[in-house]
Structures are given as structure tokens and as C-alpha cells.
């Protein structure tokens, strides 16, 4: 059974989620083990829609104090909408809009510059918000390419947020988002409606920039199902669960 665990490192993974299937828990699951099981963690999260404090209470759910890694430096937060603001309606703002985005950028190499060992994890969540709020799709393509591009030449991992809106009706931002990916996070509701049981699956695709050599995909057919509790998601098979089929 797939665990997101299970993912290698130094991947460009994109994490597609709905609004009655919101996927944060997998990027807290995801820093919390990271945290906890490598000896020298390194990661860098860039927020654009939570603040430190609801990331602080998630992680002391899996026994994680945030802060003792902010202090030591093997954790960075960066609040995204208090680096970059949206360009003023009819006003253009090209370039100071693309040299906050720079500023980022920059932020993440000097980051990555620091980091020694194993592969750094930087999370951005989420993008989408940046379209909603007013950034153009050009401009946050770009964005969404150079942090690629820095990832990649420091192996690090890099995990981005997209919400669908219309299900089965990919906008462009998602296209690009697919190009760019090595693989495709896909959290979707249950077909069925809600269940006390389950809250949604979980399926694996492979992105535009997938390589030759791949990992065991996992289509809707067989996705791995997953029920949130107070201490964190719990992970089974599909119709595993007690009372589903």
C-alpha cells in the first residue's frame, strides 16, 4: 500500500487537492516525519495562506515543536503575502511584481546554500491563492520555474499546492504545474459522498517530467484511502477500512 513516505527525495511532486478534500495534512505529515526521522532535517516552507501558528499546532500533534527548529535554523517559514503583493488592477506592476517573486527565490537558494546533507524540503502552499489574488498565470509560472530550477540543482524536494476547482476541467496553472512535476499528488473526496470511515483517497500519476525510471503509480481505481483523526491521517487500502467495501 502506498504511504507518502514512500516518495524519494530530490522529487518535483504536485499535490492537487478539493475544496471537500483538503490535502494540508499530507504537507504537515510530510514535514513532521521529515523532522523527526533525519538526523540533519532541513526544510523551508513558503506559506501563503496559514500562518506559523496553525503549522506550530499541527506539527505538536506528532510531537514536533516547530519552534526548537526555527531556533537551530533547520527550519525556515516564510509568509509569503508579507514578501509579495499583488500588482495594483489596471496598473501593470510587472516588474516590481516578478522582483518580489525574485526576492523569494532568493530566499530559497540562500536557504539551500546553507543546508549540508541529505535533501532539503521546501513546501509551497499554496499557489494557487496567488492566482486568486491577483498575480497573473504568467507571472506565476515563472515564479513556479525558478523555484524548480533551484530545487533541482541542490536535490531538494520540492512539494506545491494546487486546489482544483472544477473537478475533471484542468486550468492552465494545473497544466503547467503537470509539465513541470516529476509526479501528480492526486486528493480527492470519496465518488460516494462522505463517509464517517473515509475521507478521501489518495492516487499517484506521473507528471510531464516524470523519469523513465518510475515508482508504482497508483491510479483512482486503486487509490489508497485515508481517515483523519485527532493524532493524524491514518493510511489503508482501498476498502479496507471497517464497514467500507
Not at 108 to 123: E, K
Not at 189 to 196: A, F, H, I, K, W
Not at 200 to 223: V, Y
Request: with cysteine; proline share 5%; hydrophobic share 40%.
Amino acid at each position: 500500500m502506498f504511504r507518502p513516505s514512500d516518495l524519494p527525495d530530490g522529487i518535483i511532486l504536485l499535490i492537487t487537492d478539493e475544496l471537500a478534500a483538503p490535502a494540508d495534512f499530507l504537507l504537515h505529515r510530510t514535514l513532521a516525519t521529515l523532522l523527526k526521522e533525519r538526523q540533519s532535517p532541513h526544510a523551508l516552507i513558503l506559506s501563503v495562506s496559514e500562518g506559523i501558528t496553525r503549522w506550530r499546532a499541527l506539527a505538536s500533534k506528532s510531537n514536533v515543536n516547530l519552534q526548537q527548529h526555527l531556533d537551530a535554523g533547520s527550519l525556515e517559514f516564510v509568509d509569503v503575502l508579507s514578501e509579495v503583493h499583488p500588482p495594483a488592477a489596471g496598473g501593470g506592476g510587472n516588474l516590481t511584481t516578478n522582483t518580489s517573486f525574485r526576492v523569494l527565490v532568493d530566499r530559497v537558494q540562500a536557504y539551500l546554500d546553507r543546508a549540508q546533507g541529505g535533501s532539503p524540503l521546501i513546501i509551497l502552499d499554496d499557489i494557487t491563492t496567488l492566482e486568486w489574488i491577483g498575480f497573473s498565470a504568467v507571472e506565476i509560472t515563472r515564479f513556479s520555474r525558478a523555484l524548480r530550477s533551484v530545487c533541482l540543482k541542490a536535490n531538494a524536494t520540492l512539494l506545491i499546492r494546487h486546489h482544483i476547482v472544477t473537478p475533471n476541467e484542468p486550468d492552465d496553472l494545473f497544466r503547467h504545474l503537470l509539465q513541470i512535476s516529476n509526479y501528480h499528488l492526486e486528493v480527492r473526496p470519496l465518488s460516494s459522498g462522505r463517509s464517517g470511515e473515509v475521507s478521501g483517497e489518495i492516487s499517484l500519476h506521473p507528471g510531464f517530467s516524470a523519469p523513465s525510471k518510475t515508482i508504482k503509480l497508483i491510479n483512482r481505481s486503486t487509490a489508497t484511502q485515508y481517515r483523519l483523526t485527532d493524532v493524524g491521517p491514518v493510511f489503508f487500502a482501498k476498502g479496507t477500512s471497517g464497514g467500507v467495501l
